[in-house]
T-cell receptor
Framework: GDSVTQMEGPVTLSEEAFLTINCTYT??????LFWYVQYPGEGLQLLLK?????DKGSNKGFEATYRKETTSFHLEKGSVQVSDSAVYFC?????????????FGKGTKLSVKP | DAGVIQSPRHEVTEMGQEVTLRCKPI?????LFWYRQTMMRGLELLIY????????DSGMPEDRFSAKMPNASFSTLKIQPSEPRDSAVYFC??????????????FGQGTRLTVV
């Protein structure tokens, strides 16, 4: 079946540092790809998405590009803030092996220090 | 729209008791998911409904867990009898799938369950 692999955390950065969280996927067909964010004590919120190859999703300074050739969807931000501290989940939907489910990675915890 | 509504937000119960978690999806959404989140296992899909019909319940841990969706605006997840290892945050999510599977899901705030 379809699957998502993202880098292990936790990731600790200083404010204004550059962020990359790696995500790769395995899927048949043409899935959509998502990044979700979970702030402490809250549910998951959609951060950004891309529905086809070479699409770039962006929101709140975060970006990720759907790379079909490398089956990747890495999350980047040029300058993180303390308020970005959260758990980030990569996910896919619509692949042939997902049965219509959203398939999530294990999550990467980000801590940003002032 | 109020979003996905889950109740209760917190539940503390004794081992052996029945627990019922409730979810109201976003109006018009035809897919509903129940997830469980723990530190050890991360986010696990328990069951997925499409148009009120269970499509995939392979993630339901054992027979103590059951889920229903009697209509498009309500779903329950029941644990009977509950055990301490069921302690987790349970999330409900809904999605406007329509004719495509490539849409995102919208999550509720979760129910934090503690079984003592």
């Amino acid at each position: 079946g379809d699957s998502v692999t993202q880098m292990e955390g936790p990731v600790t950065l200083s404010e204004e540092a550059f962020l990359t969280i790696n995500c790769t996927y395995t899927a048949t067909g043409y899935p959509s790809l998502f990044w979700y964010v979970q702030y402490p004590g809250e549910g998951l919120q959609l951060l950004l998405k891309a529905t086809k190859a070479d699409d770039k999703g962006s929101n709140k300074g975060f970006e990720a590009t759907y790379r079909k050739e490398t089956t990747s969807f890495h999350l980047e931000k040029g300058s993180v803030q303390v308020s970005d501290s959260a758990v980030y989940f990569c996910a896919l939907s619509g692949g042939g092996g997902s049965q219509g489910n959203l398939i999530f990675g294990k999550g990467t915890k980000l801590s940003v220090k002032p | 729209d109020a979003g996905v509504i889950q109740s209760p937000r917190h539940e503390v119960t004794e081992m052996g008791q029945e627990v019922t978690l409730r979810c109201k999806p976003i109006s018009g959404h035809n897919s509903l998911f129940w997830y469980r989140q723990t530190m050890m296992r991360g986010l696990e899909l328990l069951i997925y409904f499409n148009n009120n019909v269970p499509i995939d319940d392979s993630g339901m841990p054992e027979d103590r867990f059951s889920a229903k969706m009697p209509n498009a605006s309500f779903s329950t997840l029941k644990i009977q009898p509950s055990e301490p290892r069921d302690s987790a945050v349970y999330f409900c999510a809904s999605s406007p799938r329509g004719s495509t599977m490539n849409t995102e899901a919208f999550f509720g705030q979760g129910t934090r369950l503690t079984v003592v």
